[in-house]
């Protein structure tokens, strides 16, 4: 069996993508657990097109 790769984001990409997404404000207030589950997958959603963007640049 593969091993799983455990991959997160660094605070920095985290709080640039609320900011981005407008959420941030709700960060400050509760903590990364107090925003909502839409939001959440909204920003891996961005994370993952960063990635797509930087990969694409890195490899022209």
Do not use: C, H, P
């Not at 069996?1 to 709700?26: C, P, Q």
């Not at 107090?34 to 490899?59: C, F, H, P, T, W």
């Amino acid at each position: 069996m593969g091993r799983s790769k455990n991959v997160m984001m660094s605070e920095g990409l985290k709080t640039e993508i609320a900011k981005e997404l407008g959420f941030y404000d709700t960060v400050q207030r509760e903590g990364w657990g107090g925003i909502r589950s839409k939001d959440a997958g909204n920003m891996v959603k961005r994370a993952l097109e960063i990635a797509e963007q930087r990969y694409n640049n890195e490899n022209r």
